[in-house]
């Protein structure tokens, strides 16, 4: 022992000391209340439950929680003691057990711990499920609903109902989260004073609840008061990895589109292979003019240099991954005059040599923007007959000239206009899915940027080669070469709905931990989650002995000593936990002892029920479990009979892990509660951490000392080395999940944005109000846009305002009427009103095209059931915030991958990506609300009520607004017809279900041409 240690009380002792107190006062009350009957003890519970469910203000219910602690915590005690005394009998999984637990004054340190939001640290074994009681049953008399989280379904049941029996004796209520549970039933547990369940299970609801339900009661959860984390460091460490995800299909795939380019892109990726032959021959031809053989000097070399570096250059953004050319780079002078001619190229302020040297390609490549782009002769290879198929045209020029021309109907020039644009989206398609298809021929090759298994495409990281299965790059360069390879196309998914568990939990009131190793992650702990560590003292001395490190030189001889301390061990009847770092490891060693039959188990993490059966097991005589480190974690480890005579249970480590807590926690699955045990660890230099992270020092003192093969090294000092190497690796993971955390702080403002406007729709009771001020903010917007506030009125733009206004709501407003509204305009908006900004003229065109929206709405609602209207517009509302969020999401997912890309510049790319997100962040309530304006005439209860409404919005209205409402003449040419008789069914439907509503009209995509005409995508346009 480290003596200072013992000589100056740590702050940890004395933070203990001040508890002890505590404790005394506990046991005191508890004594008390040994002399109550079962139903005066019960009393208590209801009075101060009674009690503090009244308080409101969070300061008060933590004074007040403080002041009953002690009797509080007593009344648990007392249950146990009571259940204890009657040898009450629970059925936990289905096993009769005993009850036979008295909370030990260590425990009660435990309790208090977590009470007051901090890490219990308490040695495996040590009793952390009965700790949980205190501070749970406690906690749950706000009646706000405490929640228990666990690593694994098996133990949210488990504990749940072993636990259960106190909570239901003092008179509270107990559920638990399950998997496979529908809402109505998750519903019901989460009405219980307390709620065991899984990290991901909370999250999960979590996420539908806010992000998906459509009305409060879908929602399954009733607020985040307080939570303890059993196995802490497994769940907001090791898990908070990856972030929880709810995804669905993708609505930006054209996956047909892959297969369908295919043949054509394989005959213009190998017409360029040809071309790019004759491209490096020529070039290989200049070379040996350069140097003569005879050692001549050549004419005109600069001429000669320049015309090699353009051949060179063309191939390599011809065929950029070209053996050919690599090797002929391989000589650095042909490299400089590449670059040099690259350079010179780029120069040009026109490029326009650039732009020529890449017409001599089929199709060119830039692998630093990541771009394919057919050149002109390409297109006339793809397509002889009508190359301009793969050019876009330039829509906004089209687009003005039919809004100039001479057409003088309406409607007709809507027509044209849509056409185009689909024209343009088509191309755009077929342009996107052939380019990714070049890039997938030209940069991604098999067994390096992915290798195909199982009929998948698996990406490979470049850092690390490992494979990262179920990763997929985004934007269609999946599917692009899924295509390539002829495995099957997956349809792509996306995100509807993430959070990371970092932002999950720090969404509770009170967040609190239990573990038996969070001393060596405390930093984190404290920065991320503001928790702190108390590390309690065991209640029995530990007498588990551990023996130093024995590091060999090669993994081969590191086995073959493992398996002869298994062997030696086992022969004693002793029984022998052995603990490896990977499936792979614990299978190896499983095929290791059948050969010297030796009959074992095996765990490894996937059937927790079953596997927590094996583990209780693990204790008999003679038994031997191989088990990787999240195997049976958790479940309790009993000595058989006769086994503490041999010296218990002996825990064997076959390579130490990266972080020093996963083989604390080995060890501990050993010497619980006062046991005897021991416990041994292996490494060879072999190891990914020494060899990844072992300090040089280790293998050249090993090195200097001769160790031989075969030669076990061990030493203290060794000990600390390596654990020195573990923190290094702590340390570094540590920075990576910080950094994806900074990463996802950004989203977390904007889901809690979104939620909370969600949450306001569904728990409102009107929702009109809101509705009719998103539709003012929309029309301010818009007129903001559309005219000018210096500039007179008569050169605004009066006509697409009016053609925006029309095709929105259906007032039939004729330009002439803005331009009136504009003349009168006197009065300046109120500062601080949501009209702020306009001048007078356009002041008054916003408040008389809202006004008449409002009239219109009027007429609306006198033709609709009012019950069925309020759905209605909720619906609309929750429908656009839903689709336009997972658009959103689907954008930021984008921007992080190129964010990533880009990262290599000077710029921060967190400081980037904030920036961006903010934009586009932006961008998108403005969308939402244009999206819900939009709509809100769009929808109705049923069709009845929608066509009583059209037929009573005044004539002259309505002849104007027949392209965007009503069957006859949508205006999306063609399918209308069709379209109608569909709203018609669907109103059928609508009206027995009542209250669903109906939509009419087409709706638009945010990458659909905008409607208003201008010619840009919907995004960036009225969408945006
Ligand atoms: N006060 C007590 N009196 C008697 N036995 C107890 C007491 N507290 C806990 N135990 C026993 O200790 C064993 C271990 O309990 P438990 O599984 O809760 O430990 P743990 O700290 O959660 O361990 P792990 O870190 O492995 O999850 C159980 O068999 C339990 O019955
Ligand atoms: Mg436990």
């Given at each position: 022992?480290?003596?200072?240690?013992?000589?100056?009380?740590?702050?940890?002792?004395?933070?203990?000391?001040?508890?002890?107190?505590?404790?005394?006062?506990?046991?005191?009350?508890?004594?008390?209340?040994?002399?109550?009957?079962?139903?005066?003890?019960?009393?208590?519970?209801?009075?101060?439950?009674?009690?503090?469910?009244?308080?409101?203000?969070?300061?008060?219910?933590?004074?007040?929680?403080?002041?009953?602690?002690?009797?509080?915590?007593?009344?648990?005690?007392?249950?146990?003691?009571?259940?204890?005394?009657?040898?009450?009998?629970?059925?936990?999984?289905?096993?009769?057990?005993?009850?036979?637990?008295?909370?030990?004054?260590?425990?009660?340190?435990?309790?208090?711990?977590?009470?007051?939001?901090?890490?219990?640290?308490?040695?495996?074994?040590?009793?952390?499920?009965?700790?949980?009681?205190?501070?749970?049953?406690?906690?749950?008399?706000?009646?706000?609903?405490?929640?228990?989280?666990?690593?694994?379904?098996?133990?949210?049941?488990?504990?749940?109902?072993?636990?259960?029996?106190?909570?239901?004796?003092?008179?509270?209520?107990?559920?638990?989260?399950?998997?496979?549970?529908?809402?109505?039933?998750?519903?019901?547990?989460?009405?219980?004073?307390?709620?065991?369940?899984?990290?991901?299970?909370?999250?999960?609801?979590?996420?539908?609840?806010?992000?998906?339900?459509?009305?409060?009661?879908?929602?399954?959860?009733?607020?985040?008061?307080?939570?303890?984390?059993?196995?802490?460091?497994?769940?907001?460490?090791?898990?908070?990895?990856?972030?929880?995800?709810?995804?669905?299909?993708?609505?930006?795939?054209?996956?047909?589109?892959?297969?369908?380019?295919?043949?054509?892109?394989?005959?213009?990726?190998?017409?360029?292979?040809?071309?790019?032959?004759?491209?490096?021959?020529?070039?290989?031809?200049?070379?040996?003019?350069?140097?003569?053989?005879?050692?001549?000097?050549?004419?005109?070399?600069?001429?000669?240099?320049?015309?090699?570096?353009?051949?060179?250059?063309?191939?390599?953004?011809?065929?950029?991954?070209?053996?050919?050319?690599?090797?002929?780079?391989?000589?650095?002078?042909?490299?400089?005059?590449?670059?040099?001619?690259?350079?010179?190229?780029?120069?040009?302020?026109?490029?326009?040599?650039?732009?020529?040297?890449?017409?001599?390609?089929?199709?060119?490549?830039?692998?630093?923007?990541?771009?394919?782009?057919?050149?002109?002769?390409?297109?006339?290879?793809?397509?002889?007959?009508?190359?301009?198929?793969?050019?876009?045209?330039?829509?906004?020029?089209?687009?003005?000239?039919?809004?100039?021309?001479?057409?003088?109907?309406?409607?007709?020039?809507?027509?044209?206009?849509?056409?185009?644009?689909?024209?343009?989206?088509?191309?755009?398609?077929?342009?996107?899915?052939?380019?990714?298809?070049?890039?997938?021929?030209?940069?991604?090759?098999?067994?390096?940027?992915?290798?195909?298994?199982?009929?998948?495409?698996?990406?490979?990281?470049?850092?690390?080669?490992?494979?990262?299965?179920?990763?997929?790059?985004?934007?269609?360069?999946?599917?692009?070469?899924?295509?390539?390879?002829?495995?099957?196309?997956?349809?792509?998914?996306?995100?509807?709905?993430?959070?990371?568990?970092?932002?999950?939990?720090?969404?509770?009131?009170?967040?609190?931990?239990?573990?038996?190793?969070?001393?060596?992650?405390?930093?984190?702990?404290?920065?991320?989650?503001?928790?702190?560590?108390?590390?309690?003292?065991?209640?029995?001395?530990?007498?588990?002995?551990?023996?130093?490190?024995?590091?060999?030189?090669?993994?081969?001889?590191?086995?073959?000593?493992?398996?002869?301390?298994i062997k030696?061990i086992h022969a004693?009847g002793?029984p022998i936990l052995v603990?490896?770092?990977?499936?792979?490891?614990?299978?190896?060693l499983s095929r290791m002892l059948k050969r010297e039959g030796i009959i074992h188990s095996v765990?490894?993490?996937?059937?927790?029920?079953?596997?927590?059966?094996i583990?209780?097991r693990a204790?008999q005589r003679g038994a031997v479990t191989i088990?990787?480190?999240?195997?049976?974690?958790?479940?309790?480890?009993?000595?058989?009979?006769?086994?503490?005579?041999?010296?218990?249970?002996?825990?064997?480590?076959?390579?130490?892990?990266?972080?020093?807590?996963?083989?604390?926690?080995?060890?501990?699955?050993?010497?619980?509660?006062?046991?005897?045990?021991?416990?041994?660890?292996?490494?060879?230099?072999?190891?990914?951490?020494?060899?990844?992270?072992?300090?040089?020092?280790?293998?050249?003192?090993?090195?200097?000392?001769?160790?031989?093969?075969?030669?076990?090294?061990?030493?203290?000092?060794?000990?600390?080395?390596?654990?020195?190497?573990?923190?290094?690796?702590?340390?570094?993971?540590?920075?990576?999940?910080?950094?994806?955390?900074?990463?996802?702080?950004?989203?977390?403002?904007?889901?809690?944005?979104?939620?909370?406007?969600?949450?306001?729709?569904?728990?409102?009771?009107?929702?009109?109000?809101?509705?009719?001020?998103?539709?003012?903010?929309?029309?301010?917007?818009?007129?903001?846009?559309?005219?000018?506030?210096?500039?007179?009125?008569?050169?605004?733009?009066?006509?697409?305002?009016?053609?925006?206004?029309?095709?929105?709501?259906?007032?039939?407003?004729?330009?002439?009427?803005?331009?009136?509204?504009?003349?009168?305009?006197?009065?300046?908006?109120?500062?601080?009103?949501?009209?702020?900004?306009?001048?007078?003229?356009?002041?008054?065109?916003?408040?008389?095209?809202?006004?008449?929206?409002?009239?219109?709405?009027?007429?609306?609602?006198?033709?609709?059931?009012?019950?069925?209207?309020?759905?209605?517009?909720?619906?609309?509302?929750?429908?656009?915030?839903?689709?336009?969020?997972?658009?959103?999401?689907?954008?930021?997912?984008?921007?992080?991958?190129?964010?990533?890309?880009?990262?290599?510049?000077?710029?921060?790319?967190?400081?980037?990506?904030?920036?961006?997100?903010?934009?586009?962040?932006?961008?998108?309530?403005?969308?939402?609300?244009?999206?819900?304006?939009?709509?809100?005439?769009?929808?109705?209860?049923?069709?009845?009520?929608?066509?009583?409404?059209?037929?009573?919005?005044?004539?002259?209205?309505?002849?104007?607004?027949?392209?965007?409402?009503?069957?006859?003449?949508?205006?999306?040419?063609?399918?209308?017809?069709?379209?109608?008789?569909?709203?018609?069914?669907?109103?059928?439907?609508?009206?027995?279900?009542?209250?669903?509503?109906?939509?009419?009209?087409?709706?638009?995509?945010?990458?659909?041409?905008?409607?208003?005409?201008?010619?840009?995508?919907?995004?960036?346009?009225?969408?945006?």
């Amino acid at each position: 022992m480290n003596f200072l240690k013992w000589l100056i009380p740590s702050r940890n002792d004395r933070e203990l000391k001040k508890l002890w107190p505590f404790v005394r006062r506990i046991n005191e009350f508890e004594a008390g209340l040994q002399k109550l009957s079962d139903d005066e003890l019960r009393q208590k519970t209801a009075d101060w439950k009674a009690r503090l469910s009244q308080i409101q203000d969070k300061a008060e219910l933590a004074r007040a929680l403080d002041e009953i602690l002690p009797e509080a915590f007593a009344a648990v005690k007392n249950a146990c003691r009571r259940l204890n005394d009657r040898k009450t009998e629970i059925i936990v999984r289905e096993h009769p057990m005993l009850w036979e637990m008295i909370p030990f004054d260590v425990q009660l340190i435990g309790g208090y711990g977590l009470h007051s939001g901090r890490i219990a640290e308490m040695a495996t074994g040590e009793g952390k499920t009965l700790v949980a009681t205190l501070p749970i049953y406690l906690n749950a008399l706000t009646g706000r609903g405490v929640h228990l989280v666990t690593v694994n379904d098996y133990l949210a049941a488990r504990d749940s109902e072993w636990m259960g029996a106190i909570y239901k004796f003092l008179g509270l209520t107990v559920g638990c989260i399950l998997h496979d549970q529908p809402p109505r039933v998750r519903r019901e547990q989460y009405n219980c004073d307390i709620t065991y369940g899984t990290n991901a299970e909370f999250g999960f609801d979590y996420l539908r609840d806010n992000g998906m339900a459509a009305r409060k009661e879908e929602q399954v959860q009733r607020g985040h008061y307080f939570a303890i984390v059993d196995e802490v460091d497994s769940i907001l460490i090791d898990e908070a990895r990856t972030p929880l995800i709810i995804s669905g299909p993708s609505v930006h795939t054209y996956d047909e589109q892959y297969a369908q380019w295919k043949p054509l892109v394989e005959s213009l990726v190998r017409a360029q292979e040809h071309l790019c032959a004759r491209f490096l021959s020529e070039a290989e031809a200049l070379i040996k003019k350069l140097n003569p053989a005879d050692g001549s000097n050549p004419q005109n070399p600069e001429a000669l240099e320049h015309e090699i570096g353009l051949l060179l250059f063309r191939v390599k953004i011809g065929q950029p991954k070209s053996e050919g050319l690599m090797k002929i780079l391989e000589d650095p002078e042909n490299l400089k005059l590449m670059n040099r001619a690259e350079l010179d190229l780029h120069k040009d302020q026109k490029k326009v040599d650039l732009y020529r040297e890449k017409e001599e390609l089929l199709f060119a490549i830039d692998e630093k923007s990541f771009e394919a782009d057919l050149t002109e002769k390409g297109r006339n290879f793809v397509s002889p007959k009508d190359p301009e198929a793969f050019v876009l045209p330039e829509l906004t020029t089209v687009l003005h000239e039919i809004d100039t021309g001479p057409e003088p109907d309406a409607r007709k020039r809507m027509e044209a206009k849509t056409k185009v644009q689909q024209d343009f989206e088509t191309k755009a398609q077929k342009i996107h899915a052939i380019s990714q298809l070049l890039k997938a021929y030209s940069l991604y090759q098999l067994d390096v940027e992915y290798v195909i298994q199982e009929n998948k495409v698996i990406i490979v990281d470049q850092h690390t080669g490992r494979l990262m299965p179920g990763r997929r790059w985004s934007d269609g360069l999946h599917q692009a070469v899924e295509a390539k390879e002829g495995v099957e196309i997956e349809h792509e998914t996306q995100t509807l709905a993430t959070i990371t568990i970092q932002n999950y939990f720090r969404l509770y009131q009170k967040l609190a931990g239990m573990t038996g190793t969070a001393e060596t992650e405390a930093s984190e702990f404290f920065d991320i989650y503001k928790l702190g560590v108390l590390v309690i003292p065991t209640n029995e001395p530990c007498i588990r002995k551990d023996a130093n490190d024995a590091v060999y030189k090669t993994r081969r001889e590191k086995f073959i000593t493992v398996l002869n301390e298994i062997k030696q061990i086992h022969a004693q009847g002793r029984p022998i936990l052995v603990g490896t770092i990977s499936v792979e490891v614990s299978e190896q060693l499983s095929r290791m002892l059948k050969r010297e039959g030796i009959i074992h188990s095996v765990l490894n993490a996937k059937y927790h029920q079953q596997e927590a059966e094996i583990i209780t097991r693990a204790g008999q005589r003679g038994a031997v479990t191989i088990a990787t480190n999240m195997a049976g974690r958790g479940t309790d480890i009993k000595l058989g009979p006769g086994v503490a005579e041999l010296g218990g249970l002996h825990v064997m480590g076959t390579e130490r892990h990266e972080a020093r807590r996963i083989d604390r926690q080995l060890r501990g699955r050993c010497a619980r509660q006062g046991d005897p045990g021991s416990s041994h660890f292996f490494i060879s230099l072999e190891d990914d951490l020494m060899r990844l992270f072992g300090s040089d020092r280790i293998v050249k003192m090993m090195e200097r000392m001769g160790l031989e093969e075969g030669q076990e090294l061990t030493h203290p000092w060794l000990n600390r080395s390596i654990q020195q190497a573990q923190k290094r690796v702590e340390q570094h993971n540590f920075q990576i999940r910080k950094r994806t955390l900074e990463f996802d702080d950004v989203m977390n403002k904007q889901r809690e944005v979104i939620y909370g406007f969600r949450n306001e729709i569904i728990h409102g009771e009107d929702v009109r109000d809101r509705l009719m001020d998103i539709m003012e903010e929309v029309v301010v917007d818009k007129v903001a846009q559309f005219t000018n506030a210096e500039s007179e009125f008569s050169e605004w733009k009066a006509r697409p305002l009016a053609d925006w206004v029309n095709l929105n709501f259906p007032i039939g407003l004729p330009e002439a009427e803005i331009l009136k509204a504009a003349d009168s305009g006197k009065e300046h908006p109120v500062p601080g009103s949501l009209f702020d900004g306009l001048s007078p003229a356009q002041f008054a065109v916003a408040s008389f095209i809202s006004e008449s929206v409002r009239k219109a709405y009027d007429i609306k609602i006198s033709f609709e059931n009012p019950d069925a209207l309020k759905e209605v517009e909720r619906f609309t509302i929750l429908s656009a915030i839903d689709r336009l969020w997972q658009e959103h999401l689907y954008e930021m997912d984008s921007l992080r991958y190129s964010i990533n890309l880009r990262s290599y510049g000077q710029r921060d790319p967190l400081i980037e990506y904030k920036a961006e997100a903010f934009k586009i962040f932006d961008e998108l309530m403005i969308n939402v609300k244009t999206e819900i304006c939009h709509n809100i005439f769009r929808s109705a209860s049923s069709m009845l009520a929608f066509e009583n409404f059209l037929k009573n919005v005044p004539q002259q209205t309505l002849h104007q607004a027949t392209s965007a409402f009503g069957g006859t003449s949508t205006a999306s040419s063609g399918g209308a017809q069709s379209k109608a008789s569909d709203v018609v069914s669907e109103a059928a439907a609508a009206v027995a279900e009542k209250a669903k509503p109906v939509r009419t009209g087409p709706k638009v995509g945010r990458n659909d041409p905008c409607p208003c005409g201008s010619g840009k995508k919907y995004k960036h346009c009225c969408g945006r």
